[in-house]
Each structure stands twice: as structure tokens, then as C-alpha cells.
């Protein structure tokens, strides 16, 4: 070594796994607390077991398609609108501001936020609907369950179990809809973080349908001022800007100051029910009944008739209806043509309809098509015939 030479001396690799950071509240899911997972695996030496779970998803065949998937408006009609992939973002980094502020398990919170819609099918909420209708006399069909079905058999990217041997609690946050979903698809854990990203979810897709809504030129700024969320917004956004706010600058800097004000909300409104609940530990949450994570009673109000709103003047207007309405028939023709051939969908379906029934099997098949592919089979089965 050269005289005056900088040495930099790494610290060793602990062969201990790495536990969750001390400042996680008492009542918060910790790795150091975990169940584990159905099939055992030793930890990794410097990343936490949600942190694996989260890496999972995200390289997950999956989580990529969701890039192609519909939120409100169908992937061909413009580059700017969210997918579902985008739209699980916005979702994430919601929840994870949450999580952070309420000293929940950030890491956790991520992994379900990022698999909280990787269940859903092509084209938006409509294709789900097609998808039950289809389903209903062989088991049915709900995206939470098969998000599950997806993270706990259908993924095959290791040799040595199905699925991706997520964490208990990482499953667990998925399950959003316990009454609805089958068999042992409940949930008897009771976590804040599956709270939060339930809120989160809300949060991010009101605030951001909206804003796609305004760029689409379907709603109008002025059919907005009635609601009160968008009035207190814009009088805030215009109050930090010093002045009038018009132009390209208005929309975001509102959403922006939407966004901010529901997120504080819930901050404060959940952290007060945690002080009067008197909550200590872990166990105690599970002795409480009702939900800690939420608005309070005036913005749940206001988020409702934001809800209501875009129901009635973006989701149901004659141009989402029509592009909803033209992919629930391309699910319909699909699923019943691949019904009666089901060797059109390869080895992988016809091997899967062994185990659990070509029905079953071939919903898999056209619940993980994205919009373009789901459209591009349509023209190549059925082009010549229309």
C-alpha cells in the first residue's frame, strides 16, 4: 500500500437477518414477528422479508403487464392517461407517505400496495365484470382473489415451490374483500398497513380519475366547483400561488393540494382514533372492532360526492361506456371460443385445466391479457368474420 493511500474497510455481513428499524410504532407488523412463509427459506442477510416480498412482485410477469392494462381509459387512446401500473404507483407512494408518518411497516405497505391490482383483468373494472358473469357457475371470479391465486400458484419463477412465497402478512393485506372472497381467503390478522393501502387506494384513484377525466376534456373545471374537495383545493392551491391560478398550471397544482389535503386528513383523524383506543401493542389491534384508518366524518363526506361525481359524469359518459362496453365483449367472445378449443391458449392452459377445470384455467388465461393482446387475439381469431 502507498503511503497516504485511503483504505475503506467494509463491515462485515452479519449471517443474522436484519430487523425491522426500532422506530416502527408498538402496534405495527414486524419481520422480527413474522409467520413466515408457507414454504420455509432462510432470510437474506441485508434485506427484510417484506422487502423480498416487494422485489418479487415487481419483477413478477404480472406486475409488468399491469402497464398495459386499463384504468379508466383503454391504453391506445394516449400516452398520458394512467394505467394500472401507474396507477398502483401513485398508490404506493400514498400509502407509504401514510405508513411513514403513522410509523407503520413502510416495507410492508409497499409489497401490498404494488399487488393490490394485479388481479384485475383487461379493460378496467368492466372486464371484471365480464369475467364474474362468465365465472359464476364455475367458482367466480374477484380480482383480491386472484391476485392471490397469481402470487401463490400461477407465477412460476422458482423451482423449489409455486407462487412466489410471499410473506403471511404480505397475503394477508391483500385480502381486501374477505366476505367475498372463497374457501380460506379471510382474514383473521388484523393490520394498520393493509388499512392504509385500502385508504390509499381510494385516495389515488378519486384524485387521479379526476385528473384524467380534465385532460380528457369529459369534466370540466367548471362542472368542479360545486364539489366541495375541489373547491377548498383550488382556494388553497390559489392562496400558495399568491394569486389566480389559469392554464396548464390550475389542474395539477389542484389535484397536487386534493391529494395533500386527504392525506393529512387521514394522518390526523387515524392517529387520533389510535390515542382514544388507547392502543399499546400489536395484540391490542386485534381487539378492536372497527377501522382506525380514515377520513373524518366531513371529508368521507366530500370524498363520497367526488365518488358520486365521477360515477356519474366520467365512468358512466358515452365514451368510457362504449370503450368499457366493446371490451367486455371481446372477453366474452374470447373466453367462449377458447372454452371450446382450449388448446388455443398452449400447453401451459391445457395443463392447468387438468388440475382445476378448463373454465377456471382459461379465465387465468384471459385475466392475465393485457388490453393490446386481449385486442390483438380478438382480430386474429375473429377478424375475418366481422
Request: hydrophobic share 35%; glycine share 6%; net charge positive.
Amino acid at each position: 500500500m502507498a503511503r497516504g493511500e485511503l483504505v475503506l474497510t467494509l463491515p462485515a455481513i452479519s449471517s443474522k437477518p436484519l430487523l425491522s428499524s426500532a422506530a416502527l410504532a408498538p402496534y405495527a407488523v414486524s419481520e422480527k414477528h413474522s409467520r413466515g412463509r408457507k414454504y420455509p427459506e432462510s432470510e437474506h442477510p441485508f434485506r427484510l422479508a417484506f422487502q423480498r416480498d416487494r422485489d418479487r412482485i415487481i419483477h413478477s410477469r404480472a406486475f409488468r403487464r399491469l402497464q398495459y392494462k386499463t384504468q379508466v381509459f383503454v391504453n391506445h387512446e394516449g400516452d398520458h392517461y394512467r394505467t394500472r401500473l401507474t396507477h398502483t404507483l401513485e398508490t404506493s407512494q400514498i400509502a407509504r407517505t401514510l405508513a411513514r408518518a403513522l410509523k407503520l411497516n413502510e416495507d410492508l405497505v409497499e409489497a401490498v400496495s404494488l399487488a393490490h391490482d394485479i388481479g384485475h383483468g383487461p379493460f378496467g373494472h368492466a372486464g371484471e365484470w365480464a369475467l364474474r358473469d362468465l365465472m359464476k357457475s364455475h367458482g367466480g371470479f374477484e380480482h383480491n382473489a386472484q391476485a392471490l391465486r397469481i402470487l401463490e400458484k400461477l407465477e412460476a419463477r422458482y423451482p423449489d415451490f409455486p407462487g412466489l412465497n410471499l410473506s403471511f402478512e404480505t397475503l394477508e393485506g391483500l385480502k381486501k374483500h374477505p366476505a367475498q372472497l372463497p374457501g380460506p381467503y379471510h382474514r383473521p390478522l388484523r393490520m394498520l398497513e393493509a388499512e392504509v393501502v385500502d385508504l390509499a387506494d381510494e385516495i389515488a384513484y378519486t384524485s387521479h380519475d379526476l385528473d384524467d377525466g380534465l385532460r380528457s376534456g369529459i369534466l370540466g373545471v367548471e362542472d368542479l366547483d360545486a364539489l366541495p374537495l375541489w373547491r377548498q383545493s383550488r382556494g388553497e392551491a390559489e392562496e400558495r400561488a399568491g394569486g389566480s391560478l389559469a392554464g396548464e398550471f390550475l389542474q395539477p397544482a389542484v389535484i397536487r393540494r386534493l391529494i395533500d389535503r386527504l392525506v393529512r386528513d387521514v394522518f390526523s383523524c387515524t392517529l387520533a382514533k389510535i390515542r382514544m383506543k388507547k392502543l399499546r401493542t400489536f395484540s391490542g389491534l386485534q381487539k378492536i372492532r372497527i377501522p382506525l384508518v380514515r377520513f373524518s366524518d366531513g371529508v368521507r363526506r366530500d370524498h363520497t360526492e367526488l365518488k358520486r361525481f365521477l360515477r356519474k359524469n366520467l365512468y358512466e359518459h358515452p365514451h368510457v361506456r362504449r370503450r368499457t362496453e366493446e371490451g367486455q365483449r371481446f372477453i366474452r367472445t374470447l373466453f367462449n371460443a377458447y372454452l371450446k378449443r382450449p388448446e388455443r391458449c398452449g400447453p401451459e392452459v391445457l395443463k392447468r385445466a387438468g388440475e382445476d377445470g378448463t373454465p377456471r384455467a382459461v379465465c387465468d388465461y384471459v385475466a392475465g391479457m393485457t388490453d393490446r393482446y386481449a385486442i390483438q387475439e380478438y382480430k386474429h381469431l375473429f377478424a375475418n368474420k366481422e
